[in-house]
T-cell receptor
Framework: DGGITQSPKYLFRKEGQNVTLSCEQN?????MYWYRQDPGQGLRLIYY???????QKGDIAEGYSVSREKKESFPLTVTSAQKNPTAFYLC??????????FGPGTRLTVL | GENVEQHPSTLSVQEGDSAVIKCTYS??????FPWYKQELGKRPQLIID?????GEKKDQRIAVTLNKTAKHFSLHITETQPEDSAVYFC?????????????FGTGTQLKVEL
């Protein structure tokens, strides 16, 4: 777990603004994932990447975008098209077909 | 796609009692079933996982059972302690081709009372 970092811890977004959440890992994991968690609910998959320069949509990709230019990094951009972005965002990473380990999360609030 | 249902949504037990949380899944191709514990405001942490080639796995006070025929799996916590109080999530995925696309249940809030 300690090898996955997310920043910032708290983020505030104004209406119509794009924001980018950072996720970095030093575990040499090939796969990385982004989840959204709403109060009292489970985690829902936004995007995932199994290898550098490749990523796939998860269950709730609309209004989000990602890139995977480096193995260690998988940033998530919350665009203005995401109408209800207030949530707790969790990044995870794993070795191929193995256990996922989570970062500490970013709490995003729309002002 | 996969659908995971989790029950109960809240569970209150006395310290020292056992707690059982149950999950069902829909996709027969799923072969990996982890359980995560999440304390308030913190990241989910893996507490135990099971793959479909075994029916039960234990780690001290925690055990998971899997019934592939019925497509359900359960978390058992014995001798509960106050520090077990948290939200527990089950998940399911098909481990294949390097991927591990987890589908999560909606969580169980466990409260261990003194």
């Amino acid at each position: 777990d300690g090898g996955i970092t997310q920043s910032p811890k708290y983020l505030f977004r104004k209406e119509g603004q794009n924001v980018t959440l950072s996720c970095e890992q030093n575990l040499n994991h090939d796969a990385m994932y982004w989840y959204r968690q709403d109060p009292g609910q489970g985690l829902r998959l936004i995007y995932y990447s199994q290898i550098v320069n490749d990523f796939q949509k998860g269950d709730i990709a609309e209004g989000y975008s990602v890139s995977r230019e480096k193995k260690e990094s998988f940033p998530l951009t919350v665009t203005s098209a995401q109408k209800n972005p207030t949530a707790f965002y969790l990044c995870a990473s794993s070795s191929p077909a193995d256990t996922q380990y989570f970062g500490p999360g970013t709490r995003l609030t729309v002002l | 796609g996969e659908n995971v249902e989790q029950h109960p949504s809240t569970l209150s037990v006395q310290e020292g009692d056992s707690a059982v949380i149950k999950c069902t899944y829909s996709d027969s191709a799923s072969n990996y079933f982890p359980w995560y514990k999440q304390e308030l405001g913190k990241r989910p942490q893996l507490i135990i996982d099971i793959r479909s080639n075994v029916g039960e796995k234990k780690d001290q006070r925690i055990a998971v059972t899997l019934n592939k025929t019925a497509k359900h799996f359960s978390l058992h916590i014995t001798e509960t302690q106050p520090e077990d109080s948290a939200v527990y999530f089950c998940a399911a995925s098909e481990l294949a081709g390097g991927g591990n696309k987890l589908t999560f249940g909606t969580g169980t809030q466990l409260k261990v009372e003194l």
